[in-house]
């Protein structure tokens, strides 16, 4: 039986496997295919073998067999591998595979790696090399591993298609909210002969796009965020009418509050208008967070923190837009869009920022159509061999820059202030300096974008001199600042000029709690005006705008929960 393919897997492959993978990487080909060897002499029957020689292709591999909606059991990879080593790769594959279990194969020497390795990518064991005779010291652990991954309360792979047009803000929309939910998709450019048949089979033109296919054969033609939600089987009603503690936003802080509130015996709600994450979600690498000596890729800390929050009993609602916060007595009501509400003891106010828009001439035309806010990361693939740009010059930005760096031909950052070094932090600054497919425009700025069916052009204006050039350019990353997503609060808890929520400390003036204060004390520290509403995240005035500061606001708000409630 032929190895399977090295290279990324075909796309006119069937759409599922119904043998799960084990996937081996190592730079060593005559290594990689005595793996392989052994491996199909045992398993071949029941799993499919994958073999890859770089760490790199392998993860193409497994993203393509994402889409696929196919399994893998288990991941393999050798230590000592060049440009991306194998614990790279395994805390890298754990984005795309979370509940495959993860093996490293090592020299002596490397000993001390692999022990590394179990708390940076929970690594499940290390073998060492060689592994003769493999019926004594590869297949036990093998044979383990495979036992412990069927065992798993894994979620069944979905096989939610979308077809649609590479250039419809609407397509990326659907796309990126499936992503950042952890939903599994196949995605069919309109243009390919496979979305023709789709659209065909289920019963639609394809003239307005896109068109998701969930996994019960629904059709869904250009869906809202809360139906495509509801109907990928993601949780969007509650469970409840009456909480502990609601945590309006899920990002780091949101997060935070619902870990922490839950595992301290709270009935929690986590309510999220888009996806869990917030904008740290969206980050290619966390370098700077506590705890992951090698960095940290957002969607892998959103997705463990996700599933501890549920696993100690909080639920979580996606795709819920608040409009509104009411104090019914002693109880507070949040309010949702469609007119109905939750009600609990506490609410705890996560609901972060939101990257200011970029108002040049032509770029809200083009937003979603190659000028996007945020990393997107489901845009990387389509930046290979392209120029890339980025506004801004924070760590969103450069993390950004070094993720798409390792995919676009040339990465240009575009940034208004004379210097990185008063905006981003140092060890990242850098990091940039040392990749050569990144350059940084200083005292620079976006005049205007052009283009038709997508971005076709840019026009950048030096801010020192005042001259302007005009280049082509496809693909736009916008990362310009932060908004507060307060306005829906009105006036029920006291902002700052910005739209910031006040708290604790901060509302005393002049020795005196906000006017309409009712009780005898003051505000408690991350206390809004409204008692027992807390704030917690960057949507706090004055906040320390970093993950874990986020992510300590979050736990500390559910300690102040406990007081409040307490007094209460």
């Known amino acids: 039986m032929p190895d399977a393919p090295a290279s990324p897997v075909n796309r006119n492959t069937p759409l599922t496997s119904a043998r799960p993978a084990i996937v081996t990487v190592d730079d060593d080909p005559s290594v990689s295919r005595a793996v392989a060897r052994d491996l199909r002499r045992r398993y071949g029957e029941r799993h499919r073998i994958v073999r890859a020689e770089s760490g790199p292709q392998a993860l193409e591999a497994l993203r393509e067999m994402t889409l696929r909606g196919d399994d893998v059991a288990v991941l393999l990879a050798d230590y000592r591998m060049p440009g991306m080593n194998g614990l790279e790769f395994l805390e890298q594959a754990m984005d795309l595979y979370p509940a495959a279990r993860r093996v490293l194969l090592t020299a002596y020497a490397d000993t001390d790696a692999a022990i590394t390795a179990i708390n940076v990518v929970d690594l499940d064991h290390y073998l060492l090399k060689p592994w003769d005779p493999p019926e004594e010291k590869l297949y036990p652990v093998v044979d383990e591993m495979i036992d412990a991954w069927r065992a ?29 939910n952890q939903v599994p998709y196949r995605w069919y450019p309109v243009d390919e002969p496979e979305a023709a048949r789709l659209l065909q089979a289920a019963g639609v033109d394809g003239q307005t796009l896109p068109v998701v296919i969930t996994p019960a054969g629904e059709a869904l033609v250009a869906p809202a965020d809360g139906e495509l939600a509801a109907r990928v089987g993601l949780s969007t009603v509650p469970a409840e009418e009456f909480y502990d503690l609601v945590v309006v936003g899920g990002g780091p802080a949101g997060l935070g509050s619902a870990v922490y509130g839950a595992s301290e015996g709270l009935r929690t709600v986590m309510v999220e208008r888009l996806a869990t994450g917030g904008q740290a979600g969206q ?35 996606t795709a819920r837009d608040v409009v509104g916060l009411q104090a019914d007595g002693s109880s507070r009501s949040v309010h949702f869009a469609d007119g109905s509400a939750i009600h609990a003891h506490a609410v705890v106010l996560a609901t972060g920022v939101s990257y200011r828009e970029l108002k040049a001439p032509g770029v809200p035309e083009l937003t979603g159509r190659g000028v996007f806010y945020g990393s997107t990361l489901t845009e990387a693939a389509s930046c290979a061999g392209q120029d890339v740009y980025i506004v801004g010059g924070a760590n969103s930005a450069g993390q950004a820059a070094v993720y798409f760096a390792r995919h676009a031909r040339s990465v240009t950052m575009l940034v208004r202030g004379p210097s ?10 850098e990091q940039i300096g040392d990749i050569p ?53 009105s006036d029920q808890v006291v902002r700052d000029a910005a739209g910031f929520v006040v708290a604790g400390p901060d509302l005393i003036v002049d020795g005196k709690p906000p006017a309409g204060w009712p009780l005898d004390r003051d505000p408690l520290h991350l206390e809004t005006s409204l008692p027992g509403v807390f704030v917690a995240g960057d949507a706090r005035a004055e906040s320390v705008k970093r993950v874990a500061s986020a992510v300590g606001d979050g736990a500390m708000a559910v300690s102040l929960v406990h007081r409040y409630l307490e007094r209460s």
């Open 437 to 489: 497919e990144i350059t940084v425009r200083t005292c620079c700025e976006v005049a205007g974008a052009e283009g038709g069916e997508h971005l076709e052009k840019l026009t950048l204006r030096d801010r020192t001199t005042g001259e302007t050039e005009t280049l082509d350019a496809s693909y736009l990353f916008v990362f310009i600042g932060a908004t507060p997503r307060t306005d829906w609060l």
């Open 152 to 180: 798993a309360d894994r979620r069944e792979v979905c096989e939610t298609r979308v077809v649609g047009h590479r250039w419809s803000a609407r397509s990326h929309d659907v796309r990126d909210f499936l992503a950042r």
């Open 283 to 317: 980050s290619s690498r966390i370098e700077n967070y506590l705890g992951f000596p090698d960095g940290v890729s957002g969607a892998q800390l959103t997705d463990r923190a996700r599933r501890q929050a549920v696993r100690l009993g909080a639920e979580l609602l």
């Open 420 to 429: 990185l070094v008063s905006s981003m932090s140092h060890y990242l600054i």
